[in-house]
């Protein structure tokens, strides 16, 4: 098992930026990748970026991408995702997620999940 805990949400203005963390405990020596995701009211899930535990190697969401910034310690066993540039869409609850093997795409075999953090982002 993985235990996660995020934090770093809050109220921005649009143009902003946040930092968002995500601490891992337990079994993460298990994992291959850690990604996170958001949830918009009346929306459905989705990816936002996933960065492979070992190498450091990131892909994001198109929609992100440029704004976003994924990012890990190791020794922390804490993943980062730094947002700038912040739009009022952006707002979500965003959860951190841990994909313990290497599976086909970047966006699913995600096991474990943390309890979510709330972004929201004024205009």
């Known amino acids: 098992q993985v235990q996660l805990v995020e934090s770093g949400g809050g109220l921005v203005q649009a143009g902003g930026s946040l930092r968002l963390s995500c601490a891992a405990s337990?079994?993460?020596?298990?994992?291959?990748?850690m990604g996170w995701f958001r949830q918009a009211p009346g929306k459905e899930r989705e990816f936002v970026a996933r960065?492979?535990?070992?190498?450091?190697?990131?892909y994001y969401a198109d929609s992100v991408k440029g704004r976003f910034t994924i990012s890990r310690d190791n020794a922390k066993n804490t993943v980062y995702l730094q947002m700038n540039s912040l739009k009022p869409e952006d707002t979500a609850v965003y959860y951190c997620?841990?994909?313990?093997?290497?599976?086909?795409?970047?966006?699913?075999?995600?096991?474990?999940w943390g309890q979510g953090t709330q972004v929201t982002v004024s205009s």
């Open positions: 997620a841990v994909k313990p093997t290497i599976t086909s795409g970047y966006t699913t075999g995600y096991v474990y």
């Open positions: 337990g079994r993460t020596f298990s994992t291959y990748a």
């Open positions: 960065i492979v535990w070992s190498s450091g190697s990131a």
